[in-house]
C-alpha cells in the first residue's frame, strides 16, 4: 500500500485504508453498564467471521465494573478507552442535556480510532444496551457492497422506527427499504462518510445533527421491515418515558435471513425510484374509515394520501406509527411514503403525487 495521507483543519491525518473492502469493524460504544456483557455475548454467539468482522469495544467514562466485564471477553474483541473525562462545558441551559455532549465526545473520538487509528474501511456502530438478531452479520455483509456504489446511500441501519408487532409483516422477513429517516441504532458508514463528517461533528445531539439536511443531503439509507436490533437500555441519557412508550414493543427478527444468497440490486436508487414509488402509486387510494370498517373487499396493498402535516399527525396516532418529525422527515419515510401493515394489509400514506419535497417546518 503507497504512502497517503489526507489532512485536515482540525488537525487529523487520515490514513488511506489497507483492509479488505469486506471487513467490517464492529465498534460497540459502552460506558458504564455492566449489562453490555448482554450485548456482546449476542455479537459474538452471531458473528462467524473474527477477521470479516473484528470488535472494538470504546469505552467512555471511568467505571470499573463495566471495564472488568469487558475485559472477560478477552481478545474475542479489542477493548479500548476514551481519554479524555474532564467535565464538558455545556450552555447552562442544556446542562440537563449534559449527557448528550459526552456521547458526542465519545463518539467522536472512536470513530477516529475506527477508521484512522485502526485504518478500517467500514464500520457498524452497537450501542450497549442493543440486542442484535441473528442475522445481523448476513444483513450487513449482503448491503455492504450496496452502500459502497450507490452514492445517494450514505447508511444501513438494523432499525425500523415503525417496527412493532402488529406493523409489520412478518412473512416477509427479507424486505428492506430505503429511508430518509436516519435510524441510528444499529448502523453501518464508510469511513469515506466519516472523512466528510468528522470535520465538522457536533458537541451534542450528533444524532439528529446528522437529520439535518446540512448532513444528510438528499442521501437515504437502508432499514429493514423487521428490525435486527433492539433497545434494552429502558433507563439512559434520554428518559425512558419513550422506552416504555415506544421501543420496547419492537420486534427483534427471529428467523434468520442469509442476505447474501439475495439480489438486492433493487435497493439502488434507480431500480427502486421506478418500482417500489410506482407500485405505492399504483396501489389503490382508500381513508382511514374504510380500512376500519373493512369496506375493501381485497387483500392487497392500499395507499391513504396525506397532504398536511395534521393529516399526517392524525394518521400516523390512529395507526400507533410514531408520529414525529425531525427536519421535516417523518419517521421509516422515502420519498414521504411511510409504509407498515394494518391487520395484515400492506398500508402505504404517501404524499400526493405532487409531492415537492420534505418541509422542515414540519415538526
Ligand atoms: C439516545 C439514542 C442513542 C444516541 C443518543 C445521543 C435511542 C434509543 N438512543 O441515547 O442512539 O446515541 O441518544 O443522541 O434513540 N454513553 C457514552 N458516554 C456517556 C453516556 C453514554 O459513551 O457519558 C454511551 C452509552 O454507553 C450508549 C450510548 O452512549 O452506548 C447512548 O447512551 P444511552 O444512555 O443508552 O442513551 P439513549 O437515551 O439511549
Ligand atoms: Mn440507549
Redesign the pocket.
Known amino acids: 500500500m503507497g504512502f497517503f495521507k489526507e489532512s485536515y483543519e482540525d488537525g487529523y491525518q487520515f490514513n488511506k485504508s489497507n483492509f479488505n473492502t469486506s471487513t467490517v469493524a464492529v465498534l ?6 455492566p449489562s ?1 456483557s448482554r450485548c456482546l455475548n449476542k455479537l459474538l454467539k452471531y458473528r462467524k467471521s473474527k477477521e470479516q468482522f473484528p470488535i472494538i469495544v ?4 471511568i467505571h470499573e465494573r463495566t471495564s472488568q466485564v469487558i475485559k472477560s471477553f478477552g481478545s474475542e474483541i479489542t477493548h479500548i478507552h ?1 481519554p479524555d473525562q474532564k467535565e464538558i462545558k455545556v450552555p447552562s441551559k442544556e446542562k440537563k442535556f ?3 455532549f ?6 467522536k473520538w ?1 470513530l477516529n480510532q475506527v477508521f484512522n487509528t485502526y485504518n478500517y474501511g467500514t464500520a457498524v456502530i ?5 440486542d442484535v438478531a441473528p442475522d445481523f452479520f448476513e444483513y450487513f455483509k449482503a448491503t455492504l457492497p450496496i452502500l459502497q456504489k450507490d452514492r445517494t446511500l450514505w447508511c444501513v441501519s438494523a432499525w425500523n422506527d415503525n417496527g412493532k408487532f402488529a406493523l409489520i409483516d412478518r412473512n416477509d422477513p427479507k424486505l428492506l427499504y430505503r429511508t430518509d429517516f436516519f435510524p ?2 444499529g448502523w453501518m458508514l464508510t469511513r469515506e462518510l466519516w472523512i466528510e463528517l468528522h470535520k465538522k461533528w457536533p458537541n ?5 445533527w446528522m437529520r439535518h439536511p446540512d448532513q444528510r443531503k438528499g442521501r437515504s439509507c437502508i432499514r429493514p421491515e423487521l428490525s435486527r436490533s433492539k ?1 434494552f ?1 429502558k ?5 425512558g418515558l ?2 416504555d412508550k415506544h ?1 420496547k414493543f419492537i420486534y427483534l427478527n427471529e428467523v434468520p435471513v442469509d442476505f447474501t444468497k439475495f439480489n438486492l440490486t433493487y435497493l439502488l436508487k434507480n431500480e427502486y425510484d421506478n418500482n417500489f414509488v410506482g407500485h405505492v402509486y399504483k396501489a389503490p387510494q382508500v381513508n382511514y374509515n374504510e380500512l376500519k370498517t373493512k369496506a375493501i373487499k381485497h387483500n392487497d396493498p392500499v395507499r391513504i394520501t396525506y397532504y398536511t402535516k395534521n393529516n399526517l399527525k392524525s394518521l400516523t396516532k390512529l395507526f400507533g406509527l410514531m408520529d414525529d418529525f425531525k427536519s421535516g422527515v417523518p419517521r421509516t419515510a422515502y420519498k414521504g411514503i411511510i409504509s407498515f401493515t394494518y391487520e395484515n394489509r400492506r398500508v402505504y400514506l404517501a404524499p400526493s403525487n405532487d409531492w415537492k419535497g420534505y418541509d422542515p417546518t414540519w415538526q
Open positions: 460497540v460504544i459502552a460506558c458504564n453498564r453490555i470504546s469505552q467512555d467514562c476514551q449534559n449527557g448528550y459526552k456521547i458526542a465526545r465519545h463518539y472512536a452497537v450501542e450497549d444496551d442493543l441510528g441504532l451534542s445531539y450528533w444524532d439528529d433497545t437500555g433507563i439512559g441519557v434520554s428518559n419513550f422506552y421501543l
